[in-house]
């Protein structure tokens, strides 16, 4: 695996049909936070899914951990938060971590760390359902915690929080990276990208740009990550208007 996390070379995924992801390289180094950019629709999801071996691919190879993706040696070593995250929201904070321990063969002491982790401690005993929107996001992060994985999966983990909650968080991220976690964060949010180690964004399907912000920014002459990405996106679409005349003027 070498320094690398997630290693993905020629990933052909068909959803309803459609090459939703037409051919994909991808490399995430370890130890990183690396945040997945891209319009709705962009297959950020569907890439995820695949790194997590819960999607159907048609081609290509997945290499996570140095295992091919969806090996049951991975299910302990990877924490993967969905957008609808399934917590019961009859049980308790602590309930519902005590059901995913169980499953994962963890102790209490894991969960209060995992509960530590993301600040939710003085709602251990609070019932899912009596939640806010971002304690109950904060929930589905402690349940990807507590097998203390090397790679987390996020995507969007911070929708609908605010700024307090989101830097929380992004601190939260870093700190994880400096124990040598691995992260791959998806968002669609531009200004988290200064957050990230590096960044990879995606158009179509395919990666449009995969390095730091301050090289993304530098090879457009831009001063901020969505200025950034709207000129790769022009650029793109120049490019593909130029290979097929018939494509001028579609919108990426
Ligand atoms: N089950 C499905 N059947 C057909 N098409 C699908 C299916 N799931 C996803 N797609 C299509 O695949 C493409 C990529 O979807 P995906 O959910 O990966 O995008 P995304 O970048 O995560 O979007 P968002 O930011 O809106 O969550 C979209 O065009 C979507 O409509």
């Not at 003085?122 to 097998?147: F, P």
């Not at 989101?166 to 691995?182: A, C, I, K, N, P």
């Not at 457009?220 to 494509?247: C, I, Q, W, Y």
Request: hydrophobic fraction near 45%.
């Amino acid at each position: 695996m070498g320094n690398n996390a997630i290693e993905i070379a020629g990933l052909r995924v068909v959803r309803g049909g459609i090459p939703v992801i037409p051919s994909l390289d991808l490399a995430v180094p370890v130890g990183q936070v690396v945040g997945l950019l891209g319009p709705s629709g962009s297959g950020k999801t569907t890439l995820m899914r695949a790194i997590v071996g819960a999607q159907i691919v048609e081609g290509g190879t997945v290499t996570v951990l140095g295992l091919p993706a969806g090996s049951a040696a991975l299910r302990r070593r990877i924490g993967y938060v969905t957008q609808s995250p399934s917590v019961y929201s009859d049980l308790t904070v602590t309930e519902n971590l005590r059901y995913a321990a169980a499953i994962l063969g963890v102790d209490a002491a894991a969960i209060r760390q995992a509960l530590t982790d993301v600040d939710l401690i003085g709602h251990a005993g609070q019932s899912i359902g009596t939640l806010s929107g971002g304690e109950r996001a904060r929930v589905s992060l402690a349940i990807a915690l507590l097998g203390a994985p090397d790679l987390l999966v996020l995507d969007e983990p911070t929708v609908g929080l605010d700024p307090v909650l989101r830097r929380d968080l992004w601190e939260l991220f870093h700190r994880l990276s400096r124990s040598g976690v691995s992260l791959l964060v998806s968002s669609h949010v531009m200004d988290e990208a200064a957050r990230c180690d590096r960044l990879i964004l995606l158009r179509g399907g395919g990666v449009l740009a995969d390095g730091t912000l301050a090289d993304l920014l530098d090879r457009t002459g831009t001063t901020d990550a969505e200025a950034a990405f709207l000129a790769l996106v022009d650029e793109a679409a120049a490019h593909d208007a130029d290979r097929d005349p018939a494509a001028r003027g579609a919108t990426p």
